[in-house]
């Protein structure tokens, strides 16, 4: 089983080419220094709208195949920050948990981590992750819940996931 | 008022019985350790199923008459894995404190501790508490969050619930 | 942009004049030492009732022009306890962090900490944020949040806060 993964960047700004999208790349990077399986990477850039954002998520968890579907972006309080959402809209099942630990983590950075919003979730086979917007956090984030995502998706009956465990060691539990 | 407690494991292996429940037993023995009260449990083995689920949830909350029901099992993020979405449609509130200090405990043994969506949340006069379903994570998570239950269900108007304060230390803040 | 600010009491017995509010007045105090601008207080004292909590919220955000609505009472698990049930349903988005942080910092205090279902959201302009109606946790939980206040309400195209670094340090992010 090939391993898709799919990158989401949701910012109204960069997807009109006011700015540069610096958060997908960094994302592409912190996967290429992390896996250690050969993996197939499908990026999006689109606006926080809401119907576009469910729509790239199911295209790239139910066509695309996608494992792992990573967002960054509309995670915060403003009006246009619906991507939790989004994501909510097209799980079956929400994990709490990363979203608790990734602003635990932040919160020793900025006191402001208590306003991201982000979460993840499980549509079919693919973990729906949301990352914050700031390039800064990202490696940050994924640092902080990456050991548990391999396991996540052996348990979704995803592909075997494996890492560079000097960059990030999966944690897969024994059984019992 | 007597004490009338719910056990329930919810998984389809050992309720067909392809392996023997080992964490209804140790809540059990957990319990045993930490009520210094009479107690009367009430036990059921049950699949992955979300109709039987509710239906037994229901049951020891209307009918039998438990202040307190604690399930082991299905909280994770496999497709069978229903236990929280259960436990949310039959309860009127939802106490997010329970699972976020549960998860945090379980991140000092295993990162994969943030893949369990346990909750616990209150029906009528029941508090409805969702563990883990590996026995290892049991006492871990029972301890962490107990010391509270008592003076929880007193404040939903059931039973007094005292504790052996050497195992475990129930907590009733002072009023003001 | 003038800065109006709600604090809305929840309490039964407060309401019907059976014991005095010391919630409500330790808000005022606390804001009173924090906020380094001018601000009008709208203060209001109504039982614990869905219909009623929800009307004032609206209120206090649509017609007051509220930034910030700050909420004490009617978070823990009793069955008049609705608070963030009233607030969940007159907000667009939820902040899951507030309340996560809130029990964090509690629970050093107290493991009932668990037992408080407060939470914080977003109605168009307006932060509205559950504090525990016990006077000595007040000064605890807004002293933990309120550092992501002013650039929340920033984000939400709200007046600029200013704080008494002394007593609490609002934190900006730089872009990026």
């Known amino acids: 089983m090939s391993v898709h993964i799919g990158i989401v960047t949701?910012?109204?700004?960069?997807?009109?080419?006011?700015?540069?999208?610096?958060?997908?790349?960094?994302?592409?990077?912190?996967?290429?220094?992390?896996?250690?399986?050969p993996w197939q990477e499908h990026y999006r850039l689109i606006p926080d709208e809401p119907a576009r954002i469910e729509a790239t998520l199911r295209e790239l968890?139910?066509?695309?195949?996608?494992c792992l579907v990573v967002t960054t972006g509309g995670?915060?309080?403003?009006?246009?920050d619906v991507t939790p959402e989004a994501t909510e809209a097209v799980c079956a099942k929400?994990?709490?948990?990363?979203?608790?630990?990734?602003?635990?983590?932040?919160?020793h950075s900025v006191p402001t981590a208590i306003l991201s919003r982000q979460t993840a979730g499980i549509r079919e086979r693919t973990l729906i992750l949301n990352l914050p917007g700031k390039p800064a956090a990202i490696a940050?984030?994924?640092?902080?819940?990456?050991?548990?995502?391999p396991y996540c998706i052996?348990?979704?009956?995803?592909?075997?996931?494996?890492?560079?465990?000097?960059?990030?060691?999966?944690?897969?539990?024994?059984?019992?």
């Open 140 to 149: 940050e984030c994924l640092s902080a819940v990456f050991p548990a995502v």
């Open 10 to 37: 949701v910012s109204d700004r960069a997807s009109q080419g006011t700015y540069e999208d610096r958060s997908g790349p960094a994302i592409r990077e912190w996967l290429k220094l992390a896996l250690s399986v």
């Open 94 to 107: 929400m994990l709490p948990g990363f979203g608790e630990l990734m602003r635990q983590v932040s919160l």
């Open 75 to 80: 995670t915060g309080p403003a009006r246009r």
């Open 154 to 176: 052996d348990l979704i009956e995803g592909p075997r996931l494996e890492t560079d465990p000097d960059f990030v060691k999966a944690f897969r539990p024994k059984a019992g």
């Open 61 to 66: 968890s139910d066509e695309t195949g996608c």
